[in-house]
């Protein structure tokens, strides 16, 4: 089952660069969330400073009553075996096969017997659709595939809290699609934290549970999925759009500039898309009914929401969908 981090105040600089500061928010226990963000707002320098392998100018980040940026070297190495990182590049050993790469973790972190270690790499390289890949090694397999594989080397040691960045990099939409079903059933299945850097905002609109944007060295917002995509913020709302009206540039000069504000309309929100559901169709523990946070602060969702491909509309038939 996954634990909740809370973020509190966090600053982080290199030299004269302040890459963002007074970041606070709370990533929700068992929940998918998803940060987004402009290039090199500092998405990737974030997730390190969760696990500490980066720390912090100031602030705190609070995993189960502990609080990472103070971890010393035992402590901090204890905290780690609690996260699965899957890195950008997947950061797979180029010398070691696919198989040896997925089983370091467990060679490194535990005492399982090597018939252990053999079962348990195997299970999660079959659920990643890795099975018979063992033997290749990483220059010799897709990129979709090296991502897989940093999923599946992610998944072995069973972390409560999964960090993924930007795991559709790079991908297709239909491996994008099949990776986000992958994410929906891992958190189905194991009850996993997950948090996602993505910049893909159609992986955004229908994959987390709640979602945030990094802009201008800060989290312009943070919260439930139809809160963000209804959203009126200028920067929310072009950057979950994808238009080129708004606060937010081509370069970030502009970014950090206000002038487009003077001249931006506030557009009405796209329709709001189903969520992902796992595979055998039945909702996750902690997925809410489409609307439920609409309705709780008495809102209208968009025309058009809810309703997927085939027609369906999720928000009236929810129990009859999901039963
Ligand atoms: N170790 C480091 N030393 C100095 N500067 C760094 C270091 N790591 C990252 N940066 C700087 O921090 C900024 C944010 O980088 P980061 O990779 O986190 O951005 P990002 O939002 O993940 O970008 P993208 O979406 O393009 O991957 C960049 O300007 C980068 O050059």
Redesign the pocket.
């Known amino acids: 089952m996954g634990v909740e981090i809370r973020v509190e105040g966090l600053r982080k600089s ?1 030299g004269r ?1 302040v ?1 963002w500061e007074d970041v606070s928010f709370t990533v929700p226990a068992g929940q998918i969330s998803a940060l987004l ?1 402009p ?8 997730l390190k400073n969760l696990i500490g392998l980066l720390r912090p100018d100031r602030g705190h980040v609070w995993v189960d009553g502990q609080d990472v940026p103070e971890l010393r070297e035992r402590r901090l190495y204890e905290m780690r075996r609690r996260f699965g990182v899957l890195f ?1 590049d997947g950061a797979l050993f180029g010398s070691m096969s696919v198989f040896d790469n997925v089983a370091f973790p467990l060679r490194e972190h535990t005492r399982l017997s090597e018939s252990k270690v053999r079962a348990k790499t195997l299970e999660k390289m079959e659920m990643v659709g890795l099975s018979g890949a063992e033997d290749k090694f990483p220059g010799e397999i897709s990129g979709g595939m090296r991502k897989r594989a940093g999923l599946a080397r992610a998944l072995v040691l069973d972390p409560e809290i999964i960090l993924a960045d ?1 795991p559709d990099s790079g991908l297709d939409p239909v491996r994008t699609s099949y990776l986000s079903q992958l994410f929906v059933d891992i958190n189905h299945e194991t009850g996993a934290t997950i948090l996602i ?1 993505t ?1 893909d905002i159609g992986t955004a609109r229908v994959l987390p549970d709640n979602m945030g944007l ?1 802009f201008r060295r800060g989290l312009v917002a943070f919260g439930p999925r139809e809160m963000i995509l209804t959203s009126r913020d200028p920067a929310v709302n072009q950057f979950f759009n994808a238009r080129r009206e708004g606060p937010i540039g081509m370069a970030e000069e502009k970014d950090l500039a206000d002038q487009s504000l003077e001249t931006y309309h506030d557009p009405a929100p796209a329709p709001i898309p189903p969520q992902i559901m796992p595979s055998d169709g039945r909702p996750r523990r902690n997925q809410t009914p489409p609307g439920t946070w609409l309705r709780a602060h008495g809102l209208q969702p968009p025309p058009g929401s809810f309703i997927d491909a085939e027609g369906r509309n999720w928000q009236q038939d929810w129990p009859r969908l999901t039963a």
């Open positions: 290199f660069q890459i963000g290039s090199g707002t500092g998405k990737s320098v974030f950008q930007e850097v910049h990094l």
